[in-house]
């Protein structure tokens, strides 16, 4: 049996139309038929169980393009025998949405039928727009499917997704990629099989590659070659990896700038740079730069990083991420990203401490867990007489008079006088700093107990 991805919808004659694109010419008609997404499909798992039992709860389908959430929601409403609408949250709004619940509500009392409304990029709606769904999923008037290539955590309201179930859709991989594209070449009624095409092995292998998981990609790139290898030679029309790379020009990369694969790559990127591993960083700097992401966004990573990751074991860090920064605002794209690329090498390299960020979260975890202490009068200015009657600023020692440029005096409230926030590690610079920080702690132990003993003598 043929085994494809992609689904007939409710019109199974309409998919064998030659005008139609290949993909969707390629759609499965059955569950069985769909590949490439057995931990829903095969028997025994959540879907077809739900399917074949006729309990179809409303479902979110989140995955990237091309891995069949529309053809699935087809094949569902079909199997079901379902009255099934689609409509894309790009081109509809509350209007269309009210038309679809009058047209449910007339199936369910006039036919006793289910209707199944798919909406095809759900997270475009608003919140309004979802709202309006909420009473006729809950009264059973509408089941809804949803797809979306976004997080449903982030781009879907807490009440429907309470009421659905969410699942996951894998990317195909090479294997079941090449496996699509060869049922399209060889299937007469729906594909390619009668235009007499040879294929080269690394041709499959590189339309493959450049889909990136998505079947609906390779299938266009499939189609798109085959026409470009009639026209070169129309006797015996071979798809060479020429011919290929010449029906796809450029890889499109698979990235959203603001959903959950833009903090994929961020935290990829700002993980390998953590890790020292500069080849790791700049391949996921290049994946997000080349997609298209804000040169800019990623400078203000690196910023925040020297400050997080490397802090005071390369003061220079700072300074340098600043500077790939103004680099790039003075000469743009493309020249600009190798400033970026020569920043994110360094800050790879360079030595590693969190210890900035340790200390100002030890602070920021004091400052809101304990009593905001008023600040030390000897360490308050005395601008006016009142003032200074009040005490303000009477004990206070100025460092610049002391030899070693360290008075005895503490400038914490006295209820957190022993904190010690900053503790440096042995890290290049950091090291020496922690060794500059042990002699000033030494120097005011001793001045502490100088001035107990001068006290007590006092006394």
Known sequence: MDRVLFGAGENRMAASDPAKPLADRMRPRTLSDVLG???????????????????????????????????????IAEESDSHFVAISAVLSGVKEVKQVIKEAGYQRSAF????????????????????????????????????????????VIAPLLSRSRVLVLHPLNDEQIQQILQVALTNRERGLGSWSLSVEDKALEQIALFANGDARSALNTLEVAARLARRLESEHPTITLAVVEESVQKKALLYDKSGEEHFNLISAFHKSMRNSDADAALYWMARMLEAGE?????????????SEDVGLADPH????????????????????KLALAQVAIYLSLAPKSNAVYQ??????????????????????????????????????????????????????????EDRSYYQPTNQNFEKRLGERLREIREIRVRKRAEAERNNEADE
Not at 54 to 70: H, N
Not at 118 to 132: G, L, P, S, Y
Not at 380 to 396: I, V
């Open 359 to 416: 200390a100002y979260s030890r602070v920021r975890e004091d400052v809101e867990n304990t009593r905001n202490e008023p600040v030390p009068l000897h360490i308050r200015n005395a601008p006016t007489t009142l003032m200074k009657e009040f005490g303000y600023s009477e004990g206070y020692k100025c460092a610049h008079s002391e030899a070693d440029r360290i008075a005895d005096m503490s400038c914490l409230p006295p209820n957190l």
């Open 294 to 306: 804000d040169p800019l966004y990623v400078a203000r990573r690196m910023v925040r990083f020297a």
């Open 317 to 336: 860090a700072l300074g340098y991420a600043m500077d790939a920064m103004r680099a790039f605002h003075f000469i743009g794209l493309p020249e600009g």
């Open 37 to 75: 997404q057995d931990h829903l499909l095969s028997q025994g798992k959540f879907l077809r169980e739900a399917v074949h039992s006729d309990e179809i709860p409303s479902m979110i389908f989140w995955g990237p393009p091309g891995v069949g959430k529309t053809t699935i929601a087809h094949i």
């Open 112 to 155: 006793r039928r289910r209707t199944i409304l798919f909406v095809d990029e759900i997270h475009r709606f608003n919140k309004a727009q979802q709202d309006a769904f909420l009473p006729h999923v809950e009264d059973g008037t509408l089941t809804l499917i949803g797809a979306t290539t976004e997080n449903p955590s982030f781009e």
